[in-house]
């Protein structure tokens, strides 16, 4: 399994994107959840909206159930105010139909084809070139996240039946990037074998093709459940509301020693290693700084102060789970966070493969997008102790502004 975090420099010119939304959202509780308004355009419009940001995406083909395609030619294409509109197709009995009715409406002479859900409205232009740019290493790939949660098989007398082995594991999002010919001729082998998978790269993978992984986005979400509205809908307010007003900007710093061990924490991701950081807490040093400067935007004391080292109830803590409550005492404030950019300095170990999910994972607890965390990694030449190996150090700075001229 190839896992791409950055984007590549071998992406494609561009795509035509295949969009579905042809479910009648049975597990919604009512229907039509892609018709559900959000912030005063249907969930679907802010999807094609989404997808049409993307300068790599040259076209889009939308796919909706039959008795919907009237409405959507007439309702949702003219609110969306889309531009690249291909064609809004009539799709099939199921997904996986529905998908192979749409990619077949792509032009022959189109090398490449994504394929994203209808209800995925917050998907952002760098995730869509991300996919395509892992695409390039296959034919194929998906955008997901490791699974970070305990994981259990319930039996069906709703008992807990075992504990799944996490590693490994991946929560698979959209949209998914394929070859026009890869991705046709894996929906005919399954059409031949009678196959039913829940996404294509299941159909792609069956066909022989190995399918990349791309690191996907927290804010990247599926509307599935009545609540994940709220959800959808407060990833949209952070990305277009506007933060205006006072500035606050805070700088953080922290050091933990290295100690014998068997790994270390940085921003929320555990990196084997032959050593550990000692401390109180999971001695996340990078979250440490970035608290700090949080709580230094907001004129508040330090980290040791409100989560002090002598208490034990956060003893082992999962510093992540403390930013998210420093994070969310700003936001109490009526700040927004703009921006965070952080500097480790670490002689060991080598933390460049583990990046972009400490991005990842700090941008979900802050409740922001990726691309607003910034992490760069150094040494310190053999000076001093970090760079005799005694200590791993960060320094954060962090950017805040005041949300809609809220008051404290």
Known sequence: MHIVGSVSEKAPSGAVAVVVAAGRSERFGYPKKQFVEVRGLPLLAHTL???ERSPLVKGIVVVVAPEDV???RSEIIPRSGCSRIIDVVAGGPSRQESVRIGASRVADDVDWVLIHDGVRPNVEPDIIERVLAAACETGAATLGLPVFETIKRAAPDGAVERTLDRQGLWRIQ????????????????????????????????????????AVGDEANIKVTTPGDFYVVE??????????????RVGIGYDVHRLIPGDGIVLGGVRIPAASSLEGH?????????????LLGAIGERDIGFHFPDDDPAYKGAYS???L????????????GVA?????????????????EEMKERLASALGVIAATVGIKATTSEGVGFAGRGEAVCAWAVAVLRRIGGEAV
């Open 324 to 335: 998210r409550r420093v994070a969310q005492m700003a936001s109490s404030r009526g700040f």
């Open 281 to 293: 807490s999971d001695a996340d040093v990078l979250c440490h700084a970035v608290m700090d400067a």
């Open 339 to 355: 921006n965070v950019d952080t500097v480790l300095v670490a002689e060991r170990p080598r933390i460049a493969g583990y990046v």
């Open 234 to 247: 407060s990833v949209m307010m952070r990305s277009d509301r506007i933060l205006s007003g006072e500035t």
């Open 70 to 72: 009237g409405f959507a």
């Open 174 to 213: 959209t949209p998914q990037a394929f070859r026009r010919d890869i991705l046709m001729r894996a929906h005919s082998l399954a059409a031949g074998a009678n196959l039913r998978a829940t996404d294509d790269a299941a159909l792609v993978e069956a066909a022989g093709v190995r399918v990349a992984l």
């Open 49 to 51: 909206r989404a997808m």
């Open 320 to 322: 992540l789970d403390l």
